[in-house]
DNA sequence: CCCTGATTCGC
DNA sequence: GCGAATCAGG
C-alpha cells in the first residue's frame, strides 16, 4: 500500500483527534502502527505524549552524548542550570477508547468544487454555516473527543467538567465537498465539531459510516436523543438488560 | 504480558 | 520515503 493524498488526510486527521497509531493502521488498512508512526513523523505531525518520551532537553543531550561514546568531538555542556525548569506539562492521558475512527476516503474529488471561500472571510465566531452542505471546520481538537459508552463502563460526564472549547475559531480549513449522493446529508469524520452529535451511525470503514450531526445537548458530545443512549443511570445487575447496546452495535464479524 | 510512541537504519 | 526492528515507559 502507498501513501496516497486520501490515506495521508486520513492519517492526519485522526493523528490529530488523537487516535493511537494501532487505531490509525487498522483502520488505514495495510499498513502496520509503526508505518504510521513514521508516516506521522515525516509528516512532522507531532507532539503526542509519548509514554517514552524524554522530555528534558539536557538529559536527552547527555543521553545522546553517552550513547555516541566517542563519537561528538567536541561537546561543550552547558552545566549552568541553576534553576530546575519545569518543562513538564501535565497532559491528560488521551481517553481514546472505542473510539470512532476512520472516514473510508471516498472518491476523489474535483479541485474547482473546494476552490475558494469567497464570501465575507470574516466569521469572527459562532456564526458556522450550519447548513453550509459542503465545507466545515477541521477536527482540530486538543483532546480526544470521542467517548462511547460500553455495556458496563458509564462514562459519566457533568456538563460543567467539559471544557469549552479553548479554540472557538480554528483556522478554517477546506475539505473535500461530499462526492456521492449517498453522502450528502452525511456528517463525516472530517466535519465533526464541538456542537454537532458525534454519535456514529454504521460502521467506520463502511462506505455509509457517518455521524449523527444533529447539533449538541450543550455540554455534551452528543445530541440529546444520543446523550439518552449515551448516558444511563446504573442498574442493578440483576436488572440490566441481557444485552447492552453496544454504540457501535457491537463485534463486527471479520 | 499487554499497550503506547520514538528512533534507528537498511532498503 | 518507507517501515521493521528496536527501545522504553505505562
Redesign the pocket.
Known amino acids: ?3 496516497t493524498d486520501e490515506r495521508i488526510a486520513t492519517l492526519k486527521t485522526m493523528w490529530e483527534a488523537g487516535q ?4 490509525i493502521a487498522e483502520a488505514l488498512g495495510g ?5 504510521v ?6 509528516l512532522e505531525l ?3 505524549p ?4 524524554p522530555n528534558d532537553p539536557e538529559a536527552k543531550a547527555a543521553a545522546a552524548a553517552e550513547a555516541s561514546a566517542s563519537a561528538a568531538a567536541a561537546a561543550p555542556e552547558p552545566v549552568a542550570t541553576p534553576e530546575p525548569v519545569e518543562v513538564e506539562a501535565p497532559k491528560p492521558a488521551p481517553v481514546a477508547e472505542p473510539v470512532v475512527a476512520a472516514a473510508k476516503p471516498v472518491a476523489p474529488v474535483e479541485p474547482e468544487s473546494v476552490a475558494e471561500e469567497p464570501e465575507d472571510d470574516e466569521d469572527d465566531d459562532e456564526d458556522e454555516d450550519e447548513a453550509a452542505p459542503a465545507v466545515v471546520a477541521p477536527v482540530r481538537a486538543p483532546q480526544p473527543i470521542l467517548r462511547s459508552v460500553g455495556p458496563g463502563g458509564f462514562l459519566r460526564q457533568a456538563p460543567g467538567e467539559q471544557q469549552p472549547p479553548s479554540t472557538p475559531a480554528p483556522p478554517r480549513r477546506l475539505v473535500p465537498a461530499k462526492p456521492s449522493a449517498e453522502m450528502a446529508n452525511k456528517t463525516s469524520l472530517l466535519e465533526l465539531n464541538d456542537r454537532i452529535c458525534k454519535w456514529p451511525l454504521g460502521h467506520p470503514g463502511e462506505p455509509d459510516f457517518h455521524f449523527c450531526g444533529k447539533a449538541v445537548n450543550p455540554g455534551f458530545p452528543y445530541c440529546v436523543d444520543h446523550c439518552g443512549h449515551a448516558y444511563q443511570a446504573q442498574l442493578p445487575r440483576r436488572d440490566r438488560r441481557p444485552t447492552p447496546p453496544l454504540p457501535f452495535g457491537g463485534p463486527r464479524p471479520r
Not at 493511537?20 to 487505531?23: F, P
Not at 508512526?37 to 515525516?42: E, L, P, S, Y
Open positions: 500500500m502507498s501513501w493511537t497509531a494501532s487505531q499498513v502496520s502502527r509503526n508505518a508512526i513514521g508516516k506521522a513523523h515525516r507531532q507532539a503526542r509519548s509514554p517514552v518520551k
